[in-house]
């Protein structure tokens, strides 16, 4: 094996360079300011190089220190996953979730200090990314996952179906919400899942084309936020959009829904199934599963009506 430099000088980098701040780093690794610049000095002399550069008070990353700093991150995150996967007891009160953001922001996260109240023993970190997990390399407990099995090699139980309706804000076009579903058809609207806002107008008997806007998003919830924005109208799955009519952040426009293609599973490798944190997890999940209920919905506001003689342009 190569020489390495001094071992203790390693987290001192990676920590003055993802803070970008000497100061920052002493205060994360409780030392003090001159110690962080003694390891770094240190470290700077054994390999010749400069890992920051000095402007004043100020110091910058070298593209050197970049590169060093981003591998030994990744080094010490196996280190620290291979300590985690030896240690029973760590493993045991460690719950890391997996689950497509949309879920993770607009259903999950406002919920899972419910779960951490009554288990308080655990660590949750939460995962939210668009990609399936490899249970046996990422560190992932459990998944949660939108979509239609079958995914072999795992085990997956059933959470919960879905359904499509059309919310837009309380202000849109300053609260001259359409009160027919007709009216929606001039109005920006935003993509959803492939085939939805075909399936929506059908129902509705609307026989035009949707034109839905040109921007299109890879997670639902950025078209939740364009609508929660005032700049048109989304058809929304139930389960994301429950929190933000209960709070008054959207309206539901009509009692029309469809039902989504796909639906929530609980995923893990088969043989965790039966983990104590697994189904203790799973447990509260299924207790919570309350969008399968119809949100109260708001009452569209009605349009405003002009006064008797009075007249002028609308903005």
């Known amino acids: 094996m190569k020489r390495l430099p001094p071992l203790s000088t390693l987290p001192v980098l990676e920590a003055a360079a993802r803070l970008e701040s000497f100061s920052a780093a002493a ?30 008070r100020r110091v910058v990353l070298t593209p050197e220190g970049s590169a060093l700093a981003q591998q030994v991150r990744v080094a010490l995150k196996q280190l620290a996953d291979a300590v985690e996967s030896i240690s029973p007891a760590a ?8 689950t497509v953001p949309s879920f993770a922001s607009r259903w999950l996260m406002p919920r899972i200090s419910e779960f951490l109240n009554t288990h308080p023993e ?18 992932v407990d459990v998944a949660i996952r939108y979509g239609q099995p079958p995914w072999p090699g795992v085990h997956h139980e059933f959470i919960g179906g879905d359904m499509y309706f059309t919310v837009c804000s309380p202000n849109f076009r300053r609260g001259r919400l359409p009160a027919e579903p007709s009216q ?26 949707p034109k ?12 939740l936020q364009m609508a929660i924005e005032g700049k048109g109208i989304a058809l929304t799955r139930r389960s994301l959009a429950a ?30 199934a039966k983990h104590r944190k697994i189904v203790e ?6 207790s919570r599963v309350d969008w ?22 609308r903005r």
Not at 188 to 208: D, I, N, S, V, Y
Not at 212 to 223: E, H, I, K, L, P
Not at 294 to 312: E, H
């Open 243 to 272: 929190t933000d009519i209960a709070e008054g952040r959207l309206v539901k426009l009509f009692d029309i829904e469809v039902e989504a293609n796909s639906g929530y599973y609980l995923v893990c490798l088969e043989q965790h």
């Open 27 to 56: 205060e994360e690794l409780h030392v003090t300011h001159g110690a962080v610049s003694h390891q770094i000095r240190s470290l700077e002399s054994h390999l010749g190089v400069a890992m920051f550069a000095r402007t004043g």
């Open 281 to 286: 997890f799973r447990d509260w999940l299924m």
């Open 292 to 313: 399968a209920q119809a949100p109260q919905d708001r009452k569209a506001i009605a349009p405003k009506k002009r006064a008797p003689g009075k007249t002028g342009t």
């Open 91 to 98: 493993r045991e009160h460690r719950l890391t979730i997996s």
């Open 212 to 223: 839905v806007t040109g921007v299109q998003f890879n997670d639902a919830s950025m078209n």
């Open 122 to 139: 655990y660590v949750v970190s939460v995962e939210a990314t668009q990609s399936r997990s490899n249970f046996t390399t990422d560190g």
């Open 184 to 209: 929606i058809e001039s109005l920006p609207l935003f993509h959803t899942e492939t085939g939805m806002w075909e399936r929506w107008f059908a129902k509705a008997g609307l026989t035009g084309t």
